[in-house]
């Protein structure tokens, strides 16, 4: 726990562009919070350049992740040089040292970084004085345990948010932050009308590639959707990706029936930078779940997000309101090993081109507001059988939420919402943590007495609409009764006991909860409310009454 | 064939029979050559291609310069290592010092210097005494290997290496690379016994920390321990086990 406000603090989220985006709402909070405090950032050489114009930060420490792996891994020859390098970086964070480091990287090489720089805080994995790996907030430490226990994270947390609740902020605004220099905007847009890109129609970005094989949009299929996209909604398209991925796009090119007039293919020719200038000009991005999807999502561009094989949308949606994500809701997803799936995949039939074209006209429709086409989309043949999820905002606690649009059409191009009400995270353990319980506890029992009537008055809607906010709350519960268990509060002998046993029950019920929304078992979702959920709330709610501080 | 060096290859062959196979039938070149000293006892010159010669022993007085090297050995060892054994006269000098129970490990470049040798030393006790090894123009790998499935890190961190700087001289290649091999257990036995948590860099061995390895053994004073490079090694390991 960190004693005073820090001074110089240190976020670790070295490597995949997408996930350091994921960290940029945190570091604007981190900022708000701490305004007169050194704030840096440690990541992969690669990405540096993008992030040093992000404001928020007064240091990147850039460091080439990917090649000293390689070197220690391959090449002995050169393991000297590498570990003089290893011994620079730990050196660089150790003079002066930093107060808070904040570990958003799960990979073992980054905690026993953490654990040597040596910082007086540190929240995120390091290694601890037993030399295990641990969890050192927490937050984190409930989330790994529920993802060891359910396989995944069953709060429906988008990690931007987790992000923001380990470090304990909550910025003014919640947007990915990836600036890109008028400048290279202006050359952007140039290049467009070089190409003779006018806006006639919609601008649509797609990304056929992606680094890791699983997450790879086919070609036959982008062609049918290249195709649609040119053809029937009259846009332009334009392809992205790495260099070596662009004989993916000339292979996409190849197949179309439309003119390649309407096709400009950038694969390979953009940096990161200008990467998202393009993207800024795109009406939708379609793509798999990729590190441009989050640029994407940075520069304000909606997306098409198909999502299948270990991809959770839950944790990885894009952030902010108005994506669609298609996801491949087979019971087995989101699965642990897709080069060894027994069913060939086939959560992989979101990738389908009907599935595709039928997803931009369901992305165009909800842009549009047209809920009443937007509930005939979801019904057509080329969407049934595939989840279907919109990014919105969760008005209690201004959390992404993913909306099921099978279950119903979020407010659409929605006015001032309640987030300006949020309820802002509290330190672990702090004066504030009980009353915080209380107000938890008493918006939860509201969810569930409404979930209840809507599903006796046969409005399964309302009724399952109401999940998503109970699994919020009770995530912020969980994180709240581990603040009881730390060794820095004075509490009455067996209350850090009982505390544990709680957030045992409560993973139980968590869990059935999950099963029954899962398998849309009504009576077990009702029996779960009603039967075990009161009782429950009723003994927690007892137990607080031990508490004094 | 006279009694003691009938003694000598009954003996090697009774109990170094793969090393009696490798000197049985090798032939003494021409540039190897016994000779007689005032001492009365004989040195071995050889004659190398470059046109030098070089005595592995002493032309006066080989016994005398044999106890003279054996007496330079450093005091506390468990485990002797012997690189290059010549006509034994320092091997034989040695012994007399080392408790009965520590092994000895002999290595010697080229049969046919130990052909000659067992012609003219009396090495029967010497093949008798327990624990003594005997490996002629081994690699350097099987000699290491050898180390390490027969005697444990508190060994190991306790050896020490007689070299026969003459030997050396006439086989630099092999001499260096059994030596570097023999010393780098001893020094990561010996790092081993002061830091436990190296045993998982040393005892994998990963290509890239025996490199770092020897070269901060080339750097850092002996005894000052490891500090910050353990710190840099746990980095190093971590590393390379990660995934991308």
Redesign the interface.
Known sequence: MTHGKPKRILVIRT?RMGDILQVTPMIRGLREKYPNSHLALLVEEAFAEVLQRNPDLDEVIAFP??R??G???S???L??A??RE??DL?HRLRTPRFDLIINRQF???E???TS?AGAAAVRGKTVGAD?RFRYADPVTARVVEQTRQFGRNPALKNLVDLSMEVAGVSPSVRRLVFPVRPAVAAACEKRLRDHEFVQSGPFYGIQPGASRGFKKLGSGALAALVDHLAGKRGGRVLFFGTRSERPLGEEITGRLRVGRGAILNLMGETNLEELGGFLALCDLLITGDTGTVHVAAAVGTRTLCASYGMTYPYETAPYGPGHVVLYGDLPCAPCDDPDRCASDMACRRVLAPETLTAGVDLQAALAAGDARAAARLREAAPLRGVGLLHTGESEITGDLRLFDLRREIPPLNPGPSARTAHIPPIEPGSQDALSRLRELLGEIGRHVETSLAGFAAGEKETGFGEIVPIFDLWSQVMGELGSFGEEEMDLPPGVPERMSVFRTDLLRLLQGMEQAVTRMDLAALQDILSVEMGPLLADLEEGLEWVSF | MNPQTHRNVDVLKRLFPAIFEKVADVPIPPSHRLVPTPAGVPTLRVSTPGGREIHLHSPVDPRREGERIAAALPGEHRLLVVLGCGLFYHVLAALPALPAAEPVLLVEADPAVLCMALSCTALGGLFERPGVALFVGDAPEAIADYLDRHHPAEILSKLAVLRHLPAGELSPDYYGAVYREVIRRRDYADCRMRDP?LASFINGC???????FD?LLARLPRGAGLG??R??????D???????
């Open positions: 490597h992740r990917v000293l792996a070197v220690i891994r090449d002995a020859r393991s000297w590498a570990y290893l011994r730990l990979t073992d090489f905690a026993v970084l040597l030399g | 948590e990963f290509p890239s920390a025996a490199v770092v070269e910050e490079a710190e840099v090694l746990q980095l190093m971590a590393l390379r086990q990660d995934g991308d």
